[in-house]
């Protein structure tokens, strides 16, 4: 069964503090990894890696993928407030299916 | 904002009654995937359509059901409702060679 892990669970750090959240995945057909962010209602798009070891980068959020170990980070650094939602990490199983992880709760605190 | 919508925003229904809920999708996009997302937990797949074939279908029962429309908008069905359906259900639309899905807003689904 496809699956997507991801920790911590729930993060709470302080503003300028910088963040990594993991996410691990076992699925049996790959074709790309994608990070949301999920405020209140709608998943917001961030990133979407498809090869390993290139890091996709946009201001303070960056993102790797590895498809050797099955993972993938997602860092913030300088955080702020805003930065404050779920992060949900996603598998595209070639178009059929978007497996989603449970999400990290990241609470910044001024 | 993504350009899916969907309506309406929230819904209250009793248990085994039927609901259907909808989404019109970002212009250009013709696929539309259906999520069923629990307080706390991350989207689980209902199905998916593209060109209003069922293209896909996640561990769901029968009872939930949907529609594609020529436009492209869509439907989600869900006969007998339990209160575990209570939820946030979530559409997003695609371009079919694209991986990337825009969300709409989601229904947010109370069953009493």
């Known amino acids: 069964e496809d699956k997507v892990v991801q920790s911590p669970l729930s993060l709470v750090v302080h503003e300028g503090d910088t963040v990594t959240l993991n996410c691990s995945y076992e699925v049996t057909n790959f074709r790309s990894l994608l990070w949301y962010k999920q405020e209140k209602k709608a998943p917001t798009f961030l990133f979407m890696l498809?090869?390993?070891?290139i890091e996709k980068k946009s201001g303070r959020l960056s993102s790797i993928l590895d498809k050797k170990e099955l993972f993938s980070i997602l860092n913030i650094t300088a955080t702020q407030t805003g930065d404050s939602a779920v992060y949900l990490c996603?598998?595209?199983?070639?178009?059929?299916?978007?497996?989603f992880g449970p999400g990290t709760r990241l609470s910044v605190l001024p | 904002e993504t350009g899916v919508t969907q309506s309406p925003t929230h819904l209250i229904k009793t248990r085994g009654q039927q609901v259907t809920l909808r989404c019109s999708s970002q212009s250009g996009h013709n696929t539309v995937s259906w999520y069923q997302q629990a307080l706390g937990q991350g989207p689980q797949f209902i199905f998916q359509y593209y060109r209003e074939e069922e293209n896909g279908r996640g561990n769901f029962p029968p009872r939930f059901s949907g529609l594609q429309f020529p436009n492209y908008s869509s439907e989600l069905n869900v006969n007998a409702l339990e209160l575990d359906d209570s939820a946030l259900y979530l559409c997003?639309?695609?371009?079919?060679?694209?991986?990337?899905?825009?969300f709409g807003p989601g229904t947010r689904l109370t069953v009493l």
């Open positions: 498809t090869s390993s070891g």
């Open positions: 997003a639309s695609s371009w079919r060679e694209e991986d990337t899905q825009y």
């Open positions: 996603a598998v595209d199983n070639y178009g059929q299916n978007f497996v």
